[in-house]
């Protein structure tokens, strides 16, 4: 990492802080029957797939479903931004009646959330939308959006930056922040 960055998370507190969200989630959906979990591409795929696999280890018959969502194309900046290279959603179910656990690494502005809501409803109409976040930037958001679940809340300034390394090669686990020169 630069030198200008500061560790928020190690290895081992990312993994302890992980483990404390399955456990929220147990909490409060016990054996996930009416519930689904969705990673927000393209970031919130590798913490929700952490999620999913850790709650199936901690309660091994649990009926949770887990699908990945793309977001690209309802984003409000999509035109102005670089080209991008859509990805593919990943759901063979359909969120009508359902606890749907929208996961993504971090909370910034609110714009991601609010494109991954409108991209879900073309999967039905659920029950309810929680919202957990790895990251909660505070002081930063542009939409009335806040997490449900957060695995650290810290507070930043628009020019630092929140990097997340989970399972990346030659990379270890870990969470920065990033100050610009």
Known sequence: ?????????????????????????????????????????PRGVILSKRIFEQIQ?????????YGELDVSFFRDDFR???????SANKMDFIVEGKKVILIDD?????????????????????ERVELMVLINRKFSRQLPIEPDY???????????????????????????LITEE
Request: glycine share 6%.
């Open 106 to 126: 971090v909370l910034f502005t609110g714009r991601t959330i609010r494109a991954g809501l409108d991209a879900l409803l073309a999967f039905g109409r659920p």
């Open 1 to 41: 990492m630069p030198k200008n960055s500061k560790l928020i998370f190690n290895k081992e507190l990312l993994a302890i802080s992980i483990n404390r969200l399955c456990h929220e989630l147990i909490e409060n959906h016990d054996d996930f029957e009416n519930t689904v979990i969705i990673g927000l591409q």
């Open 57 to 65: 280890k901690i309660q091994p018959n649990s009926k949770i479903k």
């Open 150 to 176: 957060i695995g650290k809340s810290i507070d930043t300034i628009s020019t630092e930056k929140v990097k997340v390394n989970l399972d990346l090669e030659n990379e270890e686990d870990g969470v920065w």
């Open 80 to 86: 102005r931004r670089d080209p991008i290279v859509p």
